[in-house]
């Protein structure tokens, strides 16, 4: 599998995921010049920013500390884009999906809520 493939695998995943959990997504692949958000939902009055990593396992560091500092500027000034936009007026967070998978069927996943806060 390429790591587009993985990656697809992964968002597929997270999006199953947030809708069981009660999430309304409210987009995916949002894209930006400077950026792009995998997934946009919504849990009661929060908008979630949401970034997916996808990995086998954790044997080169956990997904999340992939999301570098410069990858979690590029999702806030995304984030603040589409807060403009769409004219939101909610609570927001910025979470980070880790999406474990295994010959391509997802065998866990691991929710970080409010990983990081905009500085």
Not at 27 to 52: L, P, R
Not at 85 to 98: G, V
């Amino acid at each position: 599998m390429n790591t587009k493939t993985i990656g697809d695998l992964g968002e597929q995943a997270a999006c199953k995921y947030l809708k069981k959990n009660k999430y309304k997504i409210l987009d995916c692949n949002y894209k930006k010049t400077y950026g792009e958000i995998d997934i946009i939902a919504k849990f009661g009055e929060t908008v979630s920013f949401i970034e997916v990593k996808t990995r086998k396992n954790d044997k080169f560091g956990l997904p999340c500390e992939y999301v570098t500092a410069a990858k979690k500027q590029r999702l806030i000034r995304t984030a603040y884009t589409y807060i403009a936009e769409k004219q939101l007026d909610d609570n927001y967070s910025f979470d980070i999906l880790e999406v474990y998978h295994e010959n391509g069927k997802v065998n866990k996943i691991n929710h970080i809520k409010n990983a990081f806060e905009p500085e």
